[in-house]
């Protein structure tokens, strides 16, 4: 990683002359799988009215302890399935009581013969992994081949891994341009103190894009948050700045990893943005935060309260800032931004040719979401 | 009432070849008298603001007791006059003063001569019955002609009544083909174990439609409540079975009696369900439920307050389900019903045919209501 | 003033012929001085986001105290500036850190020599007068050339000034009409006893129009929130109505005064009222009410709080009623006024003539707001 070409990540991008599609207006593509829950979430024999773009979509442990996925509305009157009852391994309607089993077949509706039932519900691919459970919205039939996220440092021991996540009312995109371009360390000036961020170049493949960072402190004094996941600095300037950051967005999901100036893996957080409504202007993050553990024995476990705490307030900070950009663009009716860093100008590129081809049906300024 | 033809009520209907006219946009049919309010909710001198489907009306019961209905909006500057002043017989609007009496005419402008008044609001039919404020939002030309509910059990001293109801966040229609498809008693498992209802048949007439149920218990014992109404069974199947409820849509109104095998009414409840916005996606229910008292003196009021819990729970567990189903339909935009029961099939149909001819202008799927 | 020709007020104006355009969809003229806050809310090194008919405005107050007023928008990324922090003389974005100078210049980008910075922010004429922050949101070029108000009486030691305001659901227009239509005084029959107004005569300008009344009690006693401002009156009719009130509005604001039969003005009312959102749909009042001092020194300061009080109510029952009748033209879509005062017929007449020149777009009823 260090052979990389230094590119000149201060020239200004010129603004593409064709006219390019809102970026903000394309639909993440559902030919992915995605987190809709996590697995403590769902307990045995219970279910889970979750969305993915809009689609209502039940997730059901059955009695057994497997996990399905619904289409999350009976085929008779359209109610919402995760107010049924699980019996077995089948989900059965709370209203008339017809029900449906893991493929989403009818098999019982209590006032008909067993010859004429009904047609069924869609069901959806859905794998378990790591605590996530995972869907697959798209087209069914390609969700053998394509990859489930596979998350190592969750499973390495040499790790302690934190999940957290939450609603966040914005387009997938703003989140993935806020967490790339690391010149936004301004935003979190009291947590991070005054750092600034320097890009050592960028690469490109065909459905990614990452970039690297190193830091350097330009006054006041190291935060314990910062320490703790960068390693205790003597001197501003002195060990920060080894440590090489790189965030990748590897669609539709995003790292961001650190290395310490040996190469060791020392931070590695998996992150995705969900969107829940069908005009995609809110998503569910799912961010799994693996931390490589110390020398000493429990000294993670310790700090652990304080890296809880630091990072819900990075969270917070930038949770705010993306819904202002979402704001901004709403009341606009069309993306003004006027980006400089060509990193960032890359990954929009990459979204919008990663995404779906259709274009999200967003309302005009002013109208309410 | 034991010799209609029993019905085959496990065919499935076949779907309508022609693509019938989304029966949640049918207006309800104006050219009926409709409760506004409970006798109870406007007192002498007061005025009582309401609405029928989007129209503002204000209610006023002037010193005298008498009640009157006008356009909740004075002529001058469209506020509402509900919130004016009752003056002896009259209404006088609290922002100018301008006064209007139970005809909607203008009788005062304090600051215009009376030779040159302008002219007033409209006025609607008004009668008070039993405890409800009726009126005839239609064409007040047919109000003489069309006949008020009589509800003869509420002033039989052999019964005892209660009246109820609420807001609930749905078209009329859910209402009726609730209460109608008795096989929704799985929906109330909770309260009335495990019921299972058996039609006998349906009945139809021009702007009528009725079906006759007996009830089955599966498993599990008599709940109270239920017991209150259908009277105590020594076991399991032994009498609940032998009781028939007739469940009645005669336009607009709502009936659902239960007749004892003797061939006693032991309950009778009257219901509507009146839109109050104008895409009628809201209705206002008025029910009237009225109990035949058993021999014993007063055991029917020692367990009132346990019937009130009863028809609470059941009553909130319906409007929780058709309200999913509203926002199943809003959601959709359009009727993706698939209904399997004949009875409401018919009804479904006679409600098209019984309202009013426009098509309600809702709004796309996904703006907020 | 004694004067002016009295005029037959109480003859109907004929509706205008031609279908005038809707006053409630005339936006507010641009080109004038608006105030946007009072002074005390922006302290020294703070920012402040207001709006002006939709447009977002940060009003900065630099390190020397200084005030200057800038789209509040970041030319990067769009998100809100008055949640950036204040440099010495300029504002800094809160997320990449772009600085801004009080004429809008962007004049650092931390990651970004300073050779290619790219273009601001737009910059608005700002003053500061009485206490009041002023904005010229039109066209610049004009700002200088348009008077700003004076508020004479404010600075006056003769008198005790009250700055009071909120936002108010409604179109400007109707806050006008509120005020300049005495008649309305039975909207406040609580606080004002039985006054009947009494307009003596009305005169017009090209961008004014004013009306004198004079007030007679009716019936009651005197309230004492109102002998404070036309001070104590020994017997019904015998002092109140020798008072003089004329309200004026000279576009956009206007002004209530009432002078005593001495000729002394005893009361100055100055009020805006200022569109805040796109639709103007909702303003918000910047009132400033100065009264005389009677001779009794401090009596005036002892009764304040009764005036602030008095004045509240007045408020709070203006604030209810033009915002049903904001409700009402928007539940119809369109103006069914039926206006018997000439005077206020002017005063549309004026509203429309110095208004904006293009058509509010608003939605249509029963949409959301």
Not at 143 to 154: K, M, Q, T
Not at 315 to 332: G, L, N, P, S, T
């Amino acid at each position: 990683m260090r052979a990389v070409p230094v590119l000149d990540t201060h020239s200004i991008d010129p603004p593409a002359s064709a006219p390019a599609r809102d970026l903000r207006r394309v639909p993440i593509h559902p030919d992915h799988w995605y987190p809709l829950a996590w697995s403590r979430e769902l307990k045995r024999g219970k279910t889970l009215g979750v969305r993915f773009a809009g689609d209502p979509i039940v997730l059901v442990r059955t009695e057994s302890g497997a996990v399905f996925a619904l289409e999350d509305r009976c085929a008779h009157r359209q109610v919402p399935l995760h107010a049924g009852v699980v019996t077995g391994e089948s989900i059965r309607c709370c209203y008339h009581g017809w029900t449906y089993d893991c493929s989403g077949r009818c098999i019982d509706v209590p006032y008909l013969g067993r010859e004429r039932l009904p047609n069924g519900v869609r069901a959806y691919p859905c794998r378990e992994v790591r605590g996530l459970i995972f869907v697959f919205p798209g087209d069914a039939a390609l969700a053998d081949a394509r990859p489930l996220p596979e998350l190592p440092s969750v499973a390495d021991k040499a790790y302690k891994t934190r999940r957290f996540g939450r609603e966040v009312k914005c387009h997938y995109s703003f989140m993935h341009e806020n967490l790339m371009d690391m010149n936004h360390q301004f935003l979190h000036r009291r947590q991070m103190g005054q750092m600034r961020a320097r890009s050592l170049g960028r690469r490109r493949g065909e459905d990614w894009v990452e970039v690297d960072y190193t830091f350097n402190r330009e006054e006041g004094k190291q935060p314990v948050g910062e320490a703790l996941v960068f390693g205790a600095s003597k001197k501003p300037g002195d060990q920060a700045d080894k440590s090489v950051m790189t965030v990748r967005t590897g669609y539709p999901y995003q790292t961001l990893r650190i290395r310490s100036s040996e190469g060791t893996l020392v931070m590695d957080l998996w992150i995705v943005y969900v969107p829940l409504d069908a005009a995609q202007r809110t998503n569910r993050t799912f961010g799994v935060l693996s931390i490589r553990r110390p020398g000493v024995p429990f000294a993670l476990d310790l700090a652990w309260p304080l890296l809880v705490w630091f990072t819900e307030r990075i969270f917070k900070e930038d949770r705010w800032i993306v819904e202002r950009e979402q704001e901004a663009h709403d009341a606009q009716g069309a993306d003004w931004n006027h980006e400089v860093f060509p990193v960032i100008n890359e990954l929009r590129d990459l979204l919008r040719s990663c995404g779906g081809r259709t274009v999200i049906p967003i309302r005009e300024a002013g109208d309410s979401a």
